[in-house]
């Protein structure tokens, strides 16, 4: 029991980092992540928050990878639902200040990347399925065998680019995350000594047994 509890607050706390990632973006007052020119065009366009656009455009990646063979696990579903959730309660809660100059806003982007990069690492490490736009990242790693930092460059820079002809604000911090995120990530993912081609996620299914199996061992199994 002690084990899926453990689990699940390092997926929650993943979640939190990546809404936190976007909300740093937000606050930088140098343009949005790619990803969120994208979720703010749509946004505009349909009449939605960002975080409840984030959602719908996650539903949609769901469909496109679980084609392209990625698991859809309950840690898909919930990054779907979850970081939008996170995304407008912390922006609603406003703790976080505005950039009012260029070093701030420089240095909120750049923590945005790495904070981002660290999310991803906690929650896609429990296996638990990919969040959306990750699961894209990796079958797209898995079926090219290009490096992480190529792959999300191209995925940032398609989203870039729709989300501009969307109307989204983009602006120097746009391009710091399209040249660097890619990088953030790969340098964290060294740091934690981890390998997205490496992992087993689990399906839906796999995941009721293996909750299943962890609330029923009698073991006090505190390793995730």
Avoid at 60 to 65: A, D, N, Q, S
Avoid at 73 to 100: K, Q, R, V
Avoid at 130 to 155: A, E, H, N
Wanted: hydrophobic share 50%.
């Amino acid at each position: 029991m002690k084990r899926i509890l453990m689990l699940f607050l390092r997926m929650l706390s993943g979640f939190l980092l990546c809404a936190l990632s976007t909300v740093l973006s937000i606050k930088s007052n140098l343009g949005l992540s790619p990803w969120d020119v994208f979720h703010q065009g749509l946004s505009n366009l349909v009449g939605l928050t960002i975080g409840q656009a984030s959602i719908i455009v996650g539903l949609l990646i769901v469909i496109i990878v679980s084609i392209l063979g990625i698991k859809i696990g309950f840690g898909t579903l919930a990054n779907m639902i979850m970081i939008g959730c996170f995304i407008d309660l912390i922006i609603y809660i406003d703790i976080i200040p505005t950039s009012a100059n260029l070093f701030y806003g420089v240095l909120l982007m750049i923590g945005s990347m790495f904070v981002n990069a660290i999310g991803s690492y906690l929650y896609i490490g429990c296996e638990m399925g990919c969040g959306p736009r990750d699961g894209l990242m990796v079958v797209l790693v898995k079926l090219t065998s290009k490096p992480v930092s190529i792959i999300r460059f191209f995925i940032e820079g398609l989203a870039l680019i729709t989300g501009w002809i969307l109307g989204g604000t983009v602006g120097l911090g746009t391009l710091l995350t399209v040249f660097g995120i890619g990088y953030c990530v790969q340098m964290m993912y060294k740091v934690f000594n981890f390998d997205v081609k490496n992992l087993n996620h689990k399906d839906i299914k796999q995941c009721f047994a293996f909750v299943k199996e962890c609330v029923t061992d009698k073991e006090d199994i505190s390793e995730v």
